[in-house]
């Protein structure tokens, strides 16, 4: 699947996205482990392209709708 994103938007490391999310590192690795995260491999290295998890985040909504 390819992605389309804006470059100019600075990808997110590992620690980045768990304090935006407010999950430990560990709890992102196991997302990443587990394929359940938009991630990327650059240089060896896991990152993270924000409009991606915002789009995940969106998508994994569960609640009542925003009014």
């Known amino acids: 699947m390819p992605s389309h994103y804006d470059t100019t938007e ?36 896991v990152r993270f392209v924000p409009a991606e998890i915002r789009a995940w985040l969106d998508a994994n909504h569960h609640g009542p709708d925003a009014a």
């Open 10 to 45: 600075a990808c997110l490391d590992i620690a980045e996205l768990g304090a935006w999310l407010r999950v430990t590192e560990r709890h992102v690795r196991r997302l990443v482990a587990e394929r359940r995260v938009p991630f990327h491999k650059i240089g060896g290295r």
